[in-house]
């Protein structure tokens, strides 16, 4: 049975996971009994999990079968010196897990059949580079007709998101203190999740500076990309830069954070690029209209150079046209003649 300080994963939470999950776990029998487990490349859609296989084979026997399907994201390692400096048992992992119970059924349909390979494309080719599938495209006609289509339609679907519910406030922000402090790839996302879990633990020290109303986010991700760029498309130094490529640049940023109102709209964005030690430049801070001057872009810029990849950088730079006296607070000077010559490749 499960602890009941678990329990919290909505429906549509754990459909989403098994939605994006860049795998998902198929547990079923064959025609002969025998068990079949397989990971799998799957796509949601209309309300069902489909997958593809081959017409002969255990994935293809598993047709008729009742069967599982499932998927999880480890978010973070906690280790047991965070709760006690001597014993061992603390130790524990923070993950989100969902599955699916069902019976599969094969999908006969062409049209259907089409538009889950097209779906499945989307997921796994989303820079495109290919003619859309359809069932009465010549090109693909022959093998959407060859290959098998399967789902399990989405009526059982529960999910786990073991995020520190059992654990105290105190306990909790020894957590996120240190998750913030160790700054591995994943640990600034972990934060925003372990809050987010935990709504009523006070926001640690490093996130306290914030207006009221407003909620700092250590890691955005590729959800927020169209509200960002709808942030950052009308500043100056994006006049000329196409929308796609805004979105670009947030995506494959070392360090991206932002802020949200209590609604969950972002309404403050910011990134940095470096090596997480040398050097690090800060790029696209934007503070949405009716929030300036309230404070907001202090505490998001303050956010952003304590950020893991930027904090331990020797030389932080940034470039401005109009908000010297602004960075100016935080230690910046505009830049000296150094040795060398900057040079710069333009394309």
Not at 35 to 64: C, I, M, N, Q, W
Not at 194 to 212: M, Q, S
Not at 245 to 257: D, H, K, L
Not at 338 to 347: A, Y
Request: overall charge positive.
């Amino acid at each position: 049975m499960r602890k009941q300080e678990f329990f919290g994963m909505a429906r549509e939470e754990a459909v989403a996971l098994l939605a994006t999950a860049p795998v998902v776990r198929l547990a079923s029998v064959g025609e002969r009994g025998q068990p079949v487990l397989r990971t799998l490349h799957a796509v949601v859609l209309d309300e069902a999990l489909y997958f593809h296989a081959a017409p002969v084979g255990e994935k293809s026997e598993t047709v008729g079968q009742a069967a599982v399907m499932a998927a999880d994201e480890m978010v973070a390692t906690i280790p047991s010196h965070v709760f006690d400096p001597e014993r061992a048992c603390p130790a524990t992992t923070y993950y989100r897990s969902a599955q699916a119970h069902g019976t599969l059924e094969a999908v006969d349909d062409p049209a259907t059949k089409a538009r889950m390979l097209q779906a499945l494309m989307e997921k796994y080719q989303p820079e495109g580079g290919y003619v859309p599938i359809t069932a009465d495209d010549p090109r693909y006609r022959g093998a959407v007709r060859g290959i098998a289509v399967i789902r399990m339609r989405l009526e059982q679907v529960d999910g786990k998101a073991k995020l520190g519910q059992n654990r105290s406030a105190d306990d909790l922000a020894k957590v996120l203190r240190f998750l913030w402090q160790r700054g591995e790839p994943g640990d600034p996302r972990a934060v925003d999740l372990v809050r987010a879990a935990n709504p009523n633990v006070p926001a640690p020290e490093f996130l306290k500076e914030c207006p009221v109303g407003a909620r700092l986010c250590c890691a955005l991700g590729p959800a927020d990309l169209p509200q960002a760029v709808a942030l950052l498309e009308g500043e100056y130094w994006n006049a000329d830069v196409p929308r796609d490529r805004i979105a670009r640049c947030q995506a494959s940023s070392s360090a991206w954070v932002g802020a949200r109102d209590e609604q969950g709209r972002l309404i403050a964005t910011g990134r940095a690029l470096g090596d997480g030690a040398r050097w690090a430049y800060l790029l696209d801070i934007a503070v949405a209209r009716p929030w300036r001057g309230r404070g907001l872009g202090k505490a998001l810029v303050t956010l952003l150079l304590d950020h893991p990849q930027v904090r331990g950088c020797r030389r932080v730079h940034l470039r401005t046209r109009d908000a010297q006296r602004f960075y100016e607070d935080f230690g910046f000077r505009e830049r000296v003649e150094l040795p060398g010559t900057e040079m710069v490749l333009k394309r």
